[in-house]
Structure formats: C-alpha cells, structure tokens
C-alpha cells in the first residue's frame, strides 16, 4: 500500500512537499509521482528508482520539483517550489516492484499499484 500527502492551497511561486508513505522498504519498490488536472489526462512528473540511483522529471516540472526518499522512514517526497497555475492538480504516487534496480518511468502503465492522490491547488 501507499499514500500520498501534503497537498495544499498556496500562491504562484509558492512551495509545497509532498510525502508517499509506502507500506514496504523502498529498496523493493521503485515510485513514481504523477498528477491529473479536470480534464486533462494523468501526467508523469517524477519518479525514483528501486537503488534511488536514477531520478527522471517531466520536462514541465525540472528544475522546480525534486524527488528524495528516506528509506529508514519507507517515504518519498515531492519538494515542488516556484509552483505555478497549470501544477493544480491531483498528485499521485505509484509504485513497480519488478524490473531492475535502477528502473524509473514517467509512464504510468508501467506501474501497478496507486495510493489515493493529494489535492494541489495553486491559486492567487
């Protein structure tokens, strides 16, 4: 199991982290972070491989988000700073425990359980 939180309201150019707490060591699961807005379809933004040797950012969020983990606490975060109008969404993380070590993918079929998302509204 995992569960995303830390969703919130903040202003353009604010900050936010969000927090995946997965219910195994993270040396097993390699996870993703992806988000959907009304309307539109689900996005991948982040993820982190299974040795948290390989890190990909969709090209709409590099340089503003950054992935981490704690493996001590089983937790990947989502640090999303200078946050603008079109990153309100619905964050979801997601996590794949076959493939390589270092396996990381921003498309969400290759992933087979999803935690219920976290609400992220920006807004002035």
């Known amino acids: 199991q995992l569960q995303a939180y830390g969703g919130g309201l903040v202003q353009p150019g604010g900050s936010l982290k969000l927090s995946c707490a997965v219910s195994e060591s993270l040396n097993y699961n390699a996870i993703g972070w992806f988000r959907q807005a009304p309307g539109k379809e689900r996005e991948g933004v982040s993820c982190i491989s299974r040795d948290g040797r390989k890190i990909m950012y969709a090209r709409s969020v590099k340089g503003r988000f950054t992935v981490s983990r704690d493996t001590t606490k089983n937790t990947v975060f989502l640090q999303m700073n200078n946050l603008k109008l079109e990153d309100t969404a619905v964050y979801y993380c997601?996590?794949?425990?076959?493939?390589?070590?270092?396996?990381?993918?921003?498309?969400?079929?290759?992933?087979?359980?999803w935690g219920q998302g976290t609400q992220v509204t920006v807004s002035s």
């Open positions: 997601a996590r794949r425990t076959s493939g390589g070590s270092t396996f990381c993918s921003t498309e969400d079929q290759a992933f087979v359980e």
